[in-house]
């Protein structure tokens, strides 16, 4: 890993190299990701380029922690209420209304990239393991709270519920992205949410 | 369009260009398909290459009809076969067993083309519009069969239903992919199994 900056001046400028790749990556793809482009959108020279990434899978892998951190920022408020069905609730309507903002255009950043880098390296490949483990540690945690005080079945696996969700989340965002409609993510929601009213104690 | 080939060479001509388009795609992403590289890759002539396809956009929109056809070809007994709980049980075994045998490394090949080229351009996200049409076709068949059949309520949107499980399909091969194990497209296809037996008119 290349050095971390320690002054303003330089998190800005190592700010500014990762959204360029990450934004040629959205635009281009991972292929379109040269050091020569990454230099001319961010206004830097190679020798900072350096100074802050070993190589370009260094620089590739940093912009995949770099877009988790944002994804879990934009939700982390609703991910603390994942602990009751209605907090859950609250979650996937968040989801849903996030994906009718951006016109349903961007689709999800991590899946993006992960269906692009997935299969790439082994490092790479890890750093999406570890992207979205961070993303459903939460929600693992918000069901394990609900077992243990009764609201789901004693033999829910709540990891498996938890996985089902952020299998249709990312589905959905996929889906919208294609057919440009929010609704998607909505119908791939009913599943999830199905799933877990299956898991209570009490149906509702 | 580019000509469609009218004789047996033409055709196994017209197809190497598509596998080695989808091939650099998959290996490389999107942007690495250049003219040169096809070329190279499939061993054909610029000329023989501007004869099947128009340019580079038509080449690429026909890689995505092309894996559709594909994927539609290796599902379609079983997608023959949907109009039933234990037909769609038994497509989702065979999708979860497709996921072991291939150890779950290339992910879902539209879904994995979508996310790196959905976001192109009109036409483009056109084809995939098309292409996940094409692929949930059956299945929305099947469920109006189950429907008109009684075997399910009579107010449940089979659309929703259907792209549900499109949804759940989708994110659960990206996170087998990343996750390189199967469980994770069991554990997605959990939620479409819910929400399926939730709309039926006798729970079993």
């Known amino acids: 890993m ?3 900056p320690t002054t303003a001046r330089g998190r800005a400028t190592r700010g500014r190299i990762l959204d360029a ?4 990556i959205q635009r281009h793809g991972v292929a379109a990701v040269t050091l020569d482009a990454v230099e001319r959108a961010a206004g830097v020279g190679r020798s900072q380029l350096y100074h802050y990434f070993d190589d370009r899978d260094d620089l590739i892998r940093s912009v995949v922690h770099a877009t988790v951190d ?3 920022a934009a939700q982390e408020p609703l991910l603390l209420e ?3 069905l209605a907090g859950i609730e609250r979650w996937f309507d968040a989801i849903v209304a996030n994906g009718t903002r ?3 255009v961007g689709g999800c950043a991590i899946g ?3 269906s692009q880098l997935g299969g790439q390296d082994e490092l790479t490949r890890q750093a999406f393991v570890d992207a979205f483990a961070r993303w459903e540690a939460p929600l693992i945690a918000g069901l394990r709270w609900m077992q243990e005080s009764g609201e789901l079945r004693p033999d829910v696996d709540v ?3 938890a996985d089902l969700t952020m299998a249709a989340i990312q589905g959905g965002l996929l889906l919208a992205q294609i057919r440009r409609t929010p609704d998607q993510l909505r119908h791939a929601l009913n599943g999830a949410r199905a799933a877990l009213k299956d898991a209570l104690t009490s149906p509702p």
Do not use: I
């Open 2 to 4: 290349g050095h971390t």
């Open 21 to 24: 790749a990450a934004d040629l």
């Open 70 to 72: 944002k994804v879990l």
């Open 82 to 84: 994942v602990g009751s």
């Open 102 to 104: 951006q016109d349903a």
């Open 112 to 114: 993006s990239l992960a």
């Open 159 to 161: 990891t498996e519920l």
